[in-house]
């Protein structure tokens, strides 16, 4: 079975890697699917110095690219590629048992416009060039809801900073979380690292966006009486 990539030996990870067993189906979509699949020369294995990439190896084209962080069951990214099939995807989660939730719902779909990479999306941000994502997605991210692990959340400057790099002038960056305390880091960090507020006020977070597709972890947070917040920002 295909596993996540080792970790960079020069930066912590925090988070799941795998949970429950996989259903047998699951595996076979792991094996069969995942490396046809994934960004060419992102990973650690296949480019240890951490060279610079060209993005058009991913699909072989110039076409926009997109970046989903931590994408979960898959649902959204899923949605976004059948939405809009001239875009090229990327979709970064470390937990395998997303990854082969994802896999089943591409099989299903049968889109084509998307790559995987199975583990950190600072991997990714290592070897992108500058300027070269038309728009970006966190949805519900890891909380890290204890006061302590704070930085470990993605909206510190760690990540960030290495987003906005990627990130075209006028780039949207959208995030979506059910946690109050994220949404205030949120909109205390992100406009620092180089973006522009497009919901400035509370009434704005409440209105998901148009094209908007739930997906398992907001279900959950409704069940639950927590409510989802909707934060949009561009690049500057």
């Not at 290495?162 to 994220?182: C, E, H, K, N, S």
């Not at 960090?189 to 522009?196: L, N």
């Not at 908007?212 to 690049?235: D, I, M, V």
Request: charged fraction near 30%; proline fraction near 11%.
């Amino acid at each position: 079975m295909t596993a996540p990539a080792p970790p960079n030996e020069n930066r912590n990870f925090y988070g799941r890697i795998k949970g429950k067993a996989l259903r047998p189906a699951q595996k076979r979509y792991l094996d069969e699917d995942l490396h046809a699949l994934r960004p060419v020369g992102v990973s650690m294995e296949e480019n240890p110095e951490r060279k610079p990439v060209d993005p058009r190896g991913f699909f072989g084209d110039d076409r926009p690219l997109w970046l989903e962080v931590g994408f979960g069951g898959g649902e959204h990214l899923v949605h976004q590629c059948q939405l809009h099939p001239e875009t090229g995807f990327i979709g970064c989660e470390p937990y395998i048992n997303g990854v082969a939730m994802l896999l089943g719902k591409i099989r299903q779909a049968n889109v084509k416009n998307l790559r995987i990479y199975p583990w950190d999306v600072r991997d990714l941000f290592d070897v992108l060039p500058d300027r070269c994502l038309g728009r970006a997605f966190l949805l519900y991210p890891d909380p890290w809801p204890k006061a302590r692990h704070h930085r470990r959340r993605f909206v510190t400057p760690e990540y960030l900073e290495p987003l906005a790099r990627v990130l075209q002038p006028g780039a949207i960056f959208r995030v979506a979380t059910d946690i109050p305390d994220y949404v205030r880091q949120t909109m205390e960090e992100v406009p620092h690292a180089g973006f522009e507020c497009l919901t400035p006020e509370p009434a704005d977070w409440v209105q998901p966006w148009e094209d908007w597709c739930s997906t398992r972890y907001e279900q959950k947070a409704l069940r639950e009486g927590r409510r989802p917040h909707y934060l949009t920002f561009r690049r500057a």
